[in-house]
């Protein structure tokens, strides 16, 4: 079961993010559903589960964005290892305030490297202030709705706890 979430919910994810990020878009800011998928389900799990929902939702990001291909999972991978780092207990989860501060330093993090990876490989950036505010409105747009994400993913973690493959 987990070996099937791991390769449906991070798709989905990526096609929630070509589809209907752009539409629920607050002041320039939007989710980042791979990472808010991806960082959850990492907190809630630790970071060997983490990224590969990181690395699949990346890759399914990079092939249905206009970007660099691999530049998304490149830039996934170090906010999903992070906020995964530590022992992960069923009896003991991480708090959800914890795991929302998480999700949204993953989520900076992720920004704050593709964006990098952008300018790089000499991909045009607007203005310093405008992708700074923006990434700053990602990582808590993000983080915001981790409020929802985490709960969830704690929920499926007990619930397929015995089938673990990982």
């Known amino acids: 079961m987990r070996i099937a979430l791991a390769l449906v919910v991070p798709v989905v994810a990526a096609l929630i993010q070509g589809a209907v990020a752009s539409l629920i878009t607050v002041g320039g800011a939007f989710p980042s559903m791979p990472v808010l998928v991806a960082a959850s389900w990492s907190i809630a799990t630790g970071a060997r589960e983490g990224l590969w929902w ?45 795991s929302v501060l998480g999700v949204g330093v993953a989520a900076l993090l992720t920004q704050g490297i593709y964006l990098g990876l952008l300018a790089f490989l000499g991909h045009p950036l607007p203005a310093p202030a405008l992708v700074a505010a923006e990434t700053l409105g990602v990582a808590i747009y993000t983080a915001a709705l981790a409020v929802v994400a985490y709960p969830l993913a704690r929920i499926v973690r007990r619930l397929t706890e015995q089938e673990s493959p990982f």
């Not at 990001?61 to 780092?85: E, K, M, R, Y």
């Open 54 to 98: 990181a690395f699949v939702g990346g890759l399914a990001t990079d092939v249905l964005s206009a970007g660099p291909l691999g530049a998304f999972t490149v830039a996934l991978l170090p906010g999903a290892l992070i906020v995964g780092l530590g022992e992960r207990s069923t009896s003991k989860p991480v708090p959800v305030l914890a």
